[in-house]
Protein backbone atom coordinates (compact mmCIF):
# COMPACT_ATOMS: atom_id res chain seq x y z
CA UNK A 1 0.00 0.00 0.00
CA UNK A 2 1.58 3.21 -0.77
CA UNK A 3 1.52 5.89 1.56
CA UNK A 4 1.01 9.79 -0.62
CA UNK A 5 3.28 11.91 1.35
CA UNK A 6 3.30 15.38 -0.72
CA UNK A 7 6.87 14.44 -1.49
CA UNK A 8 6.18 11.46 -3.15
CA UNK A 9 3.13 13.51 -5.12
CA UNK A 10 5.50 15.83 -6.30
CA UNK A 11 7.69 13.13 -7.62
CA UNK A 12 4.71 11.37 -10.15
CA UNK A 13 4.04 15.28 -11.23
CA UNK A 14 8.23 16.03 -11.93
CA UNK A 15 8.31 12.54 -13.29
CA UNK A 16 5.74 12.39 -15.60
CA UNK A 17 6.35 15.90 -16.95
CA UNK A 18 9.73 15.10 -17.87
CA UNK A 19 7.59 12.42 -19.64
CA UNK A 20 8.30 9.58 -17.63
CA UNK A 21 5.52 6.59 -17.77
CA UNK A 22 3.59 5.62 -14.80
CA UNK A 23 5.64 2.28 -14.70
CA UNK A 24 8.89 3.87 -14.42
CA UNK A 25 7.51 5.92 -11.57
CA UNK A 26 5.81 2.87 -9.95
CA UNK A 27 9.56 1.00 -10.04
CA UNK A 28 11.12 4.77 -8.59
CA UNK A 29 8.41 4.27 -5.57
CA UNK A 30 7.99 1.00 -5.40
CA UNK A 31 4.38 1.00 -6.07
CA UNK A 32 1.64 -0.31 -8.69
CA UNK A 33 1.55 1.45 -11.99
CA UNK A 34 -2.63 1.62 -11.14
CA UNK A 35 -1.48 3.44 -7.73
CA UNK A 36 0.64 5.86 -9.89
CA UNK A 37 -2.24 6.43 -12.27
CA UNK A 38 -4.80 6.63 -9.73
CA UNK A 39 -2.92 9.33 -8.25
CA UNK A 40 -2.13 11.37 -11.09
CA UNK A 41 -5.53 11.31 -11.83
CA UNK A 42 -6.56 12.49 -8.79
CA UNK A 43 -3.88 15.18 -9.02
CA UNK A 44 -5.13 16.49 -12.28
CA UNK A 45 -1.98 15.78 -13.70
CA UNK A 46 -3.10 14.49 -17.42
CA UNK A 47 -1.28 12.78 -19.80
CA UNK A 48 -0.90 11.44 -23.08
CA UNK A 49 0.91 9.10 -25.91
CA UNK A 50 2.79 12.55 -26.19
CA UNK A 51 5.97 12.59 -24.05
CA UNK A 52 6.64 15.58 -21.35
CA UNK A 53 8.19 18.92 -22.62
CA UNK A 54 11.50 17.76 -21.65
CA UNK A 55 13.42 16.32 -24.50
CA UNK A 56 17.03 15.23 -24.60
CA UNK A 57 18.72 16.89 -27.16
CA UNK A 58 19.06 14.76 -30.60
CA UNK A 59 21.95 12.01 -30.09
CA UNK A 60 22.07 12.23 -26.71
CA UNK A 61 20.84 8.97 -24.58
CA UNK A 62 19.94 8.42 -21.48
CA UNK A 63 22.57 6.45 -19.60
CA UNK A 64 22.99 4.26 -16.49
CA UNK A 65 23.98 5.61 -13.35
CA UNK A 66 27.50 3.65 -13.63
CA UNK A 67 28.13 6.01 -16.50
CA UNK A 68 27.35 9.07 -15.20
CA UNK A 69 30.50 11.44 -15.01
CA UNK A 70 31.17 14.15 -12.22
CA UNK A 71 29.79 16.59 -14.58
CA UNK A 72 26.72 14.79 -15.60
CA UNK A 73 23.24 15.86 -15.09
CA UNK A 74 21.57 12.98 -12.65
CA UNK A 75 17.96 13.47 -13.93
CA UNK A 76 16.12 10.45 -13.80
CA UNK A 77 14.67 10.01 -17.05
CA UNK A 78 13.58 6.47 -16.70
CA UNK A 79 14.00 4.11 -13.88
CA UNK A 80 17.43 3.12 -14.24
CA UNK A 81 18.59 5.74 -16.61
CA UNK A 82 20.07 9.14 -16.32
CA UNK A 83 20.35 12.62 -18.60
CA UNK A 84 24.09 12.75 -18.34
CA UNK A 85 23.88 16.12 -20.10
CA UNK A 86 26.50 18.22 -18.60
CA UNK A 87 25.57 19.86 -15.66
CA UNK A 88 25.45 23.10 -14.34
CA UNK A 89 27.86 24.45 -12.03
CA UNK A 90 26.36 24.37 -8.38
CA UNK A 91 23.22 21.90 -8.73
CA UNK A 92 23.34 17.94 -9.74
CA UNK A 93 21.40 18.94 -13.32
CA UNK A 94 21.77 20.64 -16.35
CA UNK A 95 20.11 23.68 -17.36
CA UNK A 96 16.75 21.96 -18.75
CA UNK A 97 16.57 20.18 -15.52
CA UNK A 98 17.64 22.38 -13.40
CA UNK A 99 14.87 24.15 -14.12
CA UNK A 100 12.48 21.79 -13.46
CA UNK A 101 14.18 20.77 -10.36
CA UNK A 102 14.32 23.68 -8.85
CA UNK A 103 10.07 24.57 -9.40
CA UNK A 104 10.01 21.91 -6.75
CA UNK A 105 8.60 23.45 -3.98
CA UNK A 106 10.85 21.07 -1.33
CA UNK A 107 13.85 21.52 -3.49
CA UNK A 108 16.16 24.20 -1.83
CA UNK A 109 18.64 25.86 -3.90
CA UNK A 110 22.22 24.13 -4.49
CA UNK A 111 24.03 26.87 -3.71
CA UNK A 112 22.52 30.42 -1.79
CA UNK A 113 24.52 33.45 -2.88
CA UNK A 114 22.49 35.25 -0.15
CA UNK A 115 23.82 36.94 2.78
CA UNK A 116 22.63 38.31 5.75
CA UNK A 117 21.73 42.04 5.15
ZN1 LIG B 1 19.48 16.81 -17.55
Partial sequence: MMIWTAEAEQRVRD????????????????TTRGAIAGRARRLGIKTGPRRGPVKLPRGSAPIPLMKLKDDSCRYPVTASRFCGRMRTRGTSYCPEHARLCLRHPHARPYHTTSRPA
Fill in 15 to 30: GLAAGLSYLDLARQLG
